[in-house]
């Protein structure tokens, strides 16, 4: 299902509407669910302004937030976080590229 909001207004979703976004995923994100660290992998897309990789908890605060400049694959510690459900956006400057869940078990 696609949604677009009118023009003029921003698009709010809740953390539980994330599960899929879009048909189109254009990193690969594993192991998930994760223990000490993930990578991110795309082989083939082409960053404007470079790679920023967000990881948000459950009240919306960022834990983590790590950039990238080159393509290819990138690990990011997990090690630091808690067991639990995490947000992940992975984002071209300001423009969201992809978002999903993340699970860290212990």
Excluded: C, W
Excluded at 17 to 35: M, S
Excluded at 46 to 59: L, T
Aim: no cysteine.
């Amino acid at each position: 299902v696609n949604y677009t909001p009118p023009a003029g207004k921003k698009e709010k979703r809740s953390i539980f509407e994330l599960r899929k976004l879009d048909e189109q995923t254009i990193f690969n994100v594993y192991p998930n669910p994760a223990n000490n660290y993930i990578t991110i992998e795309s082989a083939n897309y082409e960053a404007k302004n470079g790679i920023r990789v967000e990881i948000s908890n459950s009240v919306g605060q960022m834990v983590i937030r790590e950039s990238y400049i080159s393509q290819g694959s990138h690990n990011v510690d997990l090690s630091t976080l808690s067991t639990g459900i995490y947000l992940l956006q992975i984002l071209d400057g300001k423009e969201v590229i992809q978002k999903q869940l993340i699970e860290v078990v212990r």
